[in-house]
């Protein structure tokens, strides 16, 4: 073997380590969910036991006599990120929030399939089990595609449906915007990789995307997204339900007949307003609104704004239909 060879093959091998080493040095283990509940769980905080072996985490607030509304978060979030709007309605409204299987502090076996099917039945399941009668429902990003679908499922259940920068109409191939971790979570080997790496500068700059004002990537923010994906479980079925989803129709919303509120940031690098406008008018009768430089998370970006719109969408449900006068 010639000098040039063996210093070839020890280049490659000292490349090969230093891979291993860095891979070693990025690996992130779970975190216990009870190091995670001390941390995140608050006094509102409940846990109810759903079938499955699911263990879900839900806050109920606001006035527990008023009319009630469900909120459901979007991917990698968690029921967090409602509490602008928890503020600001819940003076009139009792309003429910929880973690999605995979999410936050609700704990999922390793076999759960997480689809927006699965995840609507979880969500209505907490409903019945809390006799809410028929309830407002809001979903944001992916939490939308479970709140469409909840409608879908069970129209007898849901008086109002409000989606907030919601998935569902096709997204142009054009927009670039995706921060990475979303085009590795696309590839089967990155999201090998990611199973054990520390995600924390990808989920920084997810945020900083989504939130568009680089002052509410707060490090407490990215903490909590980058602690509650490690807790035990979350990263298998969040990584293994990846891919397969297909972008529905417009024809699928055409059924929808319940009265409908759609928000959308223009800002949103995620789910380009295009999309939301597009969403809107598959929706008969649907309302939109879209908000001018804001991103992907309106209740967090302009709660103040985004609230009062809910809020007179809530008001209108409650107002009898010119017919019934």
């Given at each position: ?72 978060h979007g991917f990698a979030a968690s ?25 936050g502090l609700t704990r999922a076996p ?31 990003s992916m939490g939308g595609g479970v ?179």
């Amino acid at each position: 073997m010639n000098l040039a060879l063996k210093i070839a093959l020890w280049s490659v091998a000292g490349v090969m380590l230093v891979g291993v080493v860095g891979c070693m040095a990025l690996q992130r283990p779970d975190i216990p969910y009870t190091v995670l509940e001390a941390k995140y769980a608050n006094s509102a905080s409940r846990f109810m036991d759903l079938p499955g072996g699911l263990h879900v985490h839900y806050r109920d607030q606001g006035d527990p006599n008023g009319p009630p509304v469900v909120m459901i978060h979007g991917f990698a979030a968690s029921l967090d990120a409602w509490e602008p709007w928890v503020k600001r309605l819940g003076d009139h409204y009792r309003i429910i929030t929880l973690d999605l299987p995979a999410h936050g502090l609700t704990r999922a076996p390793s076999t759960y399939a997480m689809s927006l099917d699965n995840n609507a039945e979880v969500v209505d399941a907490l409903a019945q089990r809390l006799k809410l009668g028929r309830y407002v429902v809001v979903g944001n990003s992916m939490g939308g595609g479970v709140a469409w679908t909840l409608v879908l499922r069970h129209p007898d259940h849901i008086r109002g449906l409000v989606l907030v920068d919601s998935i569902g109409a096709p997204i142009p191939s054009e927009n670039q915007g995706s921060p990475v971790i979303f085009k590795i979570l696309a590839n089967p080997l990155g999201r090998a990789v990611l199973r054990n790496i520390d995600t924390r500068p990808l989920a920084e700059q997810g945020l900083k995307a989504a939130y568009v004002d680089p002052k509410l990537v707060t490090p407490a923010l990215v903490d909590r997204y980058v602690d509650q994906s490690r807790a035990p479980g979350h990263r298998d079925i969040i990584l293994n339900s990846q891919g397969g989803q297909r972008t529905p129709s417009p024809e699928i919303f055409r059924a929808i007949h319940t009265p409908t509120l759609v928000l959308h940031g223009e800002a949103d690098a995620l789910i380009p307003v295009a999309s939301g406008r597009a969403l809107a008018a598959s929706i008969p009768g649907a309302k939109l609104i879209t908000y001018p430089g804001v991103g992907h998370v309106p209740m967090e970006q302009v709660p103040d704004r985004s609230a009062a719109d809910v809020r007179a969408f809530l008001t209108s449900l409650d107002q009898p239909h010119p017919a019934e006068r």
